[in-house]
């Protein structure tokens, strides 16, 4: 399969091509936006099966090189950032993208979700309804587009708050994120003068989901989400 791998840091990339050309992908690489659109203009060429995109480019901001790239085609798109907080994830996948990779991330992973991406890619699934957006633990389905919640297919109203505390815990579950972590990246602010907000927060969540076992207080460190077991 032939893969865009747009990434202006040429070890990060040479290091990369090497993993995935083991992997049997034949890597071009573009260092920046406008490289990476020349690219992907139609050729006499087998088309990609996707587009790995770092968003911090020389030229363009990977978020509008995206909705470029979006505007033109339907190939899959994997973001790959630094930026790990749940407002820029929702962004990137506003935008289109199929899939959102935190840096540094485990190379098993990336893998992994590349050919999760090509394979819905190739099986012509309406990539507008953007699966990869959605989270689902068990009973619990989270749309990231939409803002949607529903458990055992009953929508949740959740407010604004509450849906991005449970979308930052839903990206990675079983790990302890702590206070400070939350509130930095929710509530966009420090520590003082939030009081007792998220406490009040995380019981909102347990009661409206009515699964009181999902979140779990991690006495003196934070909270994290336990996936129910179906
Ligand atoms: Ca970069």
């Given at each position: ?18 993993v995935l ?68 994830r929702i ?98 602010t ?13 019981a ?12 779990e ?14």
């Amino acid at each position: 399969m032939r893969l865009l791998l747009v990434e202006d840091d040429d070890h990060v990339a040479a290091a990369l091509s090497a993993v995935l050309a083991r992997h049997g992908f034949k890597v071009v690489h573009a260092r920046s936006g406008e490289e990476a659109l020349q690219a992907l203009l139609p050729a006499d060429k087998e088309p990609f099966g996707v587009v790995l995109l770092d968003l911090g480019l020389p030229d363009q901001d990977g978020y509008e090189v995206c909705g470029k790239i979006r505007k033109r085609s339907a190939i899959p798109v994997i973001m790959v950032t630094a930026r790990a907080d749940v407002r820029s994830r929702i962004h990137g996948l506003n935008l289109g993208a199929d899939d959102y990779v935190v840096k540094p991330y485990d190379t098993g992973e990336l893998l992994a979700r590349i050919h999760a991406v090509a394979r819905r890619g190739t099986t012509g699934e309406d990539t507008g309804a953007n699966p990869a957006a959605a989270l689902l633990l068990g009973p619990v389905r989270i749309e990231l587009p939409t803002r949607r919640v529903s458990v055992e297919d009953q929508e949740v109203q959740l407010t604004r708050k509450e849906f991005d505390l449970l979308a930052l815990l839903a990206q990675r579950p079983g790990v302890v994120f702590r206070r400070e972590q939350i509130i930095s990246e929710v509530w966009r602010t420090s520590w003082e003068g939030t009081g007792r907000t998220l406490e009040v927060h995380v019981a909102s969540l347990r009661s409206k989901l009515r699964l009181p076992a999902l979140i779990e207080t991690v006495r003196g460190v934070g909270y994290r989400l336990v996936p129910p077991s179906r």
